[in-house]
């Protein structure tokens, strides 16, 4: 209880926490909240915090230009890093190399994801974002545990449209009934393949829309697997705040921001 204390003290200026969960690995979680930051950002009178609790797998620095960044710390707080108006916290930054391997057991990652909400100073924030690994291991539940103080306005589970991720998706849903945490609904990414003529991947057993109507649970909408998305990951993410521009007008953007006015 101490404990959720002392994270409530550092989230008291934060409006809305809103937890993004996959129970499939490579369904694009990562990149949605990445864009779901920005987009909420896009909002000038919104401040926007992106935190990334995916010790093993960190990528947020990457998705928001961020790499090679540094947290800056005194004996009361870190710093994070900030990109535009936006805060990240990932522990990419306190790697040396983007290379570097985190080894880590449980124990020591919920201590760093504890350390996160204890000790950086996330300042007044609309949003929080709160991005997650894959599954519904030791991550998951510390994060559920030491937020449950705070008001976390629930999850936003990330699927793609074949049944082998809708698969962990029910898991995923499932663990969030277990430990009380809220659904705000589901996002089927890679909806289909943007592309002139044609479409593929379509959904093998219903997809996400399916899944969701024998769930009780919303459907938030669908986002197509869009090559614009992949070409300025790559090639421009030093400037990925500028993702929205090159979506513009785009089946994708309106998605995105139908995703966020929701």
Known sequence: MKDCIVEMERLRGVK???VVLSGKGGVGKSTFSALLARGLAADEGKQVALLDVDICGPSIPK????EGEQVRSDRSYSERPNVSDKSVMSVGFLLSSPDDAVIWRGPKKNGLIKQFLRDVDWGEVDYLIVDTPPGTSD???SIVQYLSASRVDGAVIITTPQEVSLQDVRKEINFCHKVKLPIIGVVENMSGFICPNCKIFPPTTG???KMCQNLNVSLLGKVPLDPQIGNVTVLHYNSFKTVLVFL???L???MLNV???R
């Open 63 to 66: 998705m928001m230009g961020l």
């Open 207 to 209: 997809g996400a829309e």
């Open 16 to 18: 809305h926490i809103v």
């Open 252 to 254: 994708t953007y309106r």
């Open 248 to 250: 513009l007008g785009s």
């Open 139 to 141: 991550e998951h539940l």
């Open 259 to 261: 995703l966020c006015l």
